[in-house]
């Protein structure tokens, strides 16, 4: 355990160090400018729709996935290309406890980005006169989204340099296109499984959020256990390829 | 996997043993069919750069997958069995550190993930060990590459391992820093480690054992004693370039010497190929007052540690 505690601890440090850090939290927090700026001449209940038409939509599709490229992508590319790598697989850990442990640590990252941008976004939509209701489901949505993308970012950090490239393409035609033009492949989408968490724990949303999810079904104990297990799945596979693959 | 002593290139008390052991990556044949063993004490795994020595120690490591043969640590298959590690110390040919770290969380870090229970006193030991105390609160970022290199030995030691494998850990390092880590391998390999040093530099390796494998081209070219391979590269033809006003009467002369096997001009330049290189030096000037020609020039042409290696290789 001491030796997991330390990798995280370690990945922390990586993950955080470096300008990066401070141009995820500006992308983060402009969802919160587009809230406030959008929201200051409209009536509580019209501030509240707009959140959910424009600044929930941007932290969902763009502030969640960039945060987790970057940190994800970085949190093994970075030893594999820095030569460190070897430093990590040479011990008498199993592999699976270090890429859990990697993982962890871009979660945390990812989720302290994204979730201070969120803070200042609700802040930014109290002040609007929409309420604060959406702080924390929205902190909820924000921690699976983060972890189900950084499973995958990390793993595609590990494979190849091209990572924040192919996961923009990901996110972008996959997430952002096909999983939302093609109802039945959009349970295949990360990002409506923490939104169909969401949806089921705020009251009063406008209903034309719903059509979002496709035939993802609105539930947060599904959402969960659906991050868990495919978090759980990304560790082993990542383990699988460490173990299997040629530290160059 | 113990086998019966066969060759130099095994020992009698095995701790790494590497069997028929070849890796390819795509067509380029980087280690071919190698055995070898290693035991406590120290063996220097010496070859030009490119050699496969890396690959080799890579392989050994777990870090790579042979492409055929098989490698045990310990009676195991590094691969496979990450338990080894905790009794198994490397230190890698390029900078594995991370410049954020200070030399003592870098190795406080090595402890923890070997398992060490009191990492704070293990980094600081392993430090002291090195000499590295007085910079131990610095960034590794800011070190020379000596120190570095010192930094992460330290991280190798840190968890005190039986089996220390070095790839070239002496690169960048100062002559007084050389002459530290030297006797500070040789103090572990009396203490009963099996130490694993590669390097290409011949004079390094000579001073910490007498126990060398020599690799070039991916294949074992020597095993055995310093002094052995040294007898072995005794015969090796050596082509001398030699600058003369008349180099066809000193050609000549030149064939009736004992130790020249063969002579050839090229414009006004004589070349001789000679086993006995030293001899043919003494021998020149008054080979050359007898004859009363000028000799302005005497230059060995291929004396690389590579081309002996070379050689050796072809001849087994």
Known sequence: MTAVAAIYRAGLRQLISGKRVWGLLALATLPAVVTYLGGRNFTASRAFDFFHEAPLFMTVIIVIPVVCLIIGSAALGEERRGNTLSFLVLRPIRRVMITAAKLAAAWSVSFGIVAAGWIVNIVALAISGGGASPLVPGLFLIALNTLLYCGVFVALGYITDRAVFIGLAYVFVWENGLAGFIEALSPLSIWRVGMSAYIAMVDGLPSEILDVLGSVQPGAFGAFAKTAVVAALFSSFTAGLLRARDVT | ?316
């Open chain 2, 1 to 316: 996997m113990t086998t019966p002593l066969t060759s130099p290139a095994e020992v009698t008390d095995p701790t790494v043993e590497v069997r028929d052991l070849s890796k390819w990556f795509g067509q380029k044949v980087a280690v071919s069919g190698i055995s070898c063993s290693f035991g406590p004490g120290i063996t220097g795994l010496l070859g030009p750069n490119g050699a496969g020595k890396t690959t080799l120690l890579r392989m050994i490591t777990g870090l790579l997958t042979p492409s055929e043969g098989s490698v045990a640590v310990l009676g195991s298959n590094p691969r496979t069995a990450p338990k080894i590690y905790r009794r198994v110390g490397l230190v890698p040919e390029e900078d594995a550190v991370y410049t954020y770290l200070t030399a003592r969380s870098f190795c406080e870090y090595s402890a923890s993930l070997n398992g060490v229970s009191d990492v704070a006193r293990a980094a600081t030991d392993a430090l002291e060990y090195v000499g590295m105390m007085d910079a131990a609160d610095r960034l590794i970022g800011e070190f020379s590459k000596g120190m570095r290199q010192r930094t992460k030995v330290a991280a190798a030691l840190v968890h005190e391992p039986d089996i220390l494998i070095l790839d070239e850990p002496l690169n960048g390092t100062d002559p007084l820093q050389r002459a530290k880590l030297i006797d500070l391998f040789r103090s572990l390999a009396r203490a009963g480690h099996t130490v694993i040093v590669s390097s290409h530099v011949l004079g390094e390796v000579e001073r910490m054992t007498d126990r060398v494998l020599a690799m070039v081209d991916g294949k074992l070219a020597a095993a055995g004693s310093i002094s052995a391979i040294r007898g072995a590269m005794a015969d090796i033809p050596y082509r001398v370039r030699l600058d003369v006003d008349s180099p066809n009467r000193l050609g000549a002369a030149l064939l009736e010497h004992g130790h020249v096997r063969s002579v050839s001009l090229e414009g006004d330049v004589l070349h001789a190929e000679t086993t006995d290189l030293a001899t043919l030096g003494r021998a020149l000037p008054r080979l050359a007052r007898g004859l009363d020609v000028r000799l302005t020039g005497f230059q060995p042409e291929d004396e690389s540690l590579e081309s002996v290696f070379r050689y050796l290789v072809r001849r087994r």
